[in-house]
């Protein structure tokens, strides 16, 4: 058993591959931060200003904007960790992916596909939860409603393409990134996933509080993830089917939601929290436990700290 605890906490470490002092870090958050600003201004000239380009093809509408700029705020963020991992950080960009240094995309389809049912279970306690409390059934959808104009569906496919881009920026700066240099100053692994829990809720500025604690539930599992699988694409993979489902939702389902018209209490919110945001990631941790990884990477390997290739030193 102890040999496996140490595989597990080796993504967690390799911070130390690199340099970490707190100038480094700062100059990596301001770079990452300088590249979102530029390519938002870039986006922003190229999308909205209707005398930067005269093809109609370049009218596009204020939601069609929002999906130009967040995947441009989603490049910026992994080309600036690229360029902080050569120039600052001294380490290879992919030990922010794996301990082995190797990105796998059958993983990040893997996360995707045990999310889904995972996901849809929950529904269904969710379902049962509030019917009981309701004492009558509920289902846990909206109203279904085809979408009344074509710019929805276009505005919903951009989004569904970008989804895993902006997944993977996401869990590149606070699963990978803001993980493993937090480790480097905190000991504590569950002080590390907390408080990188509480920044990725605090970062989601668009939810209110109640919402806010979903997300916190949704980051740790996400850790849970990426330090069992000492990788980042199960929890990518989970991230983008999660917002998939999400935007799809609010697609095809209209009005208020059937156990939002339930009295809720406490006792009532805590249980959307775990049923929502706990149980599909708890349900993905499972299989994945009883399965052995279902297939993980065979090559895995530690990745020693002392070990650093000489051109990251």
């Known amino acids: 058993m102890k040999t496996k605890n140490n595989f597990s906490r080796a993504f967690i470490d390799l911070a130390e591959m690199g340099r970490t002092d707190w100038r480094r870090v700062a100059l990596t958050i301001l770079l990452v931060k300088f590249l979102s600003i530029l390519f938002v201004m870039i986006s922003l000239i190229v999308a909205a200003s209707p005398t930067f380009f005269k093809h109609p093809f370049f009218h ?25 991992c050569k120039k600052f950080l001294r380490r290879p960009f992919r030990s922010l992916i794996s301990t082995d240094m190797t990105f796998d995309i059958r993983r990040c389809l893997l996360g995707a596909a045990l999310y889904l049912p995972a996901n849809a279970l929950g529904l269904m ?24 104009h074509d710019d929805q569906i276009i505005t919903s496919i951009g989004m569904l393409i970008v989804i895993p881009f902006l997944a993977f920026a996401e869990e590149l700066f606070f699963r990978a990134w803001l993980t493993q240099t937090l480790r480097h100053y905190m000991r504590s692994t569950i002080s590390v996933v907390a408080l990188v829990a509480v920044l990725f809720a605090a970062y989601h500025t668009q939810y209110d509080l109640r919402e806010k604690m979903l997300m916190v539930v949704s980051s740790l599992g996400f850790s849970a993830l990426s330090l069992r699988d000492q990788r980042l694409e199960l929890a990518i993979g989970a991230h983008s089917m999660m917002n998939v489902c999400a935007t799809l939702q609010s697609l095809f389902f209209t009005g208020p939601l059937p156990y939002a018209q339930v009295p809720a209490t406490i006792l009532d919110w805590c249980t959307l929290v775990i049923l929502k945001g706990a149980l599909p990631l708890v349900m993905m941790y499972g299989v ?23 051109e990251y030193r």
């Open 60 to 84: 596009i509408t204020e939601a069609d904007r929002t999906v130009v700029l967040r995947l441009a705020e989603a490049a910026a963020s992994i080309l600036g960790f690229w360029i902080a």
């Open 125 to 148: 306690a969710m379902s049962l939860f509030f019917s009981m409390r309701a004492d009558a059934w509920l289902v846990p959808f909206r109203h279904f409603e085809w979408p009344h």
């Open 288 to 310: 994945l436990q009883k399965t052995g990884g279902w297939s993980s990477p065979s090559d895995a390997r530690l990745a020693s700290p002392g070990k650093v290739r000489p």
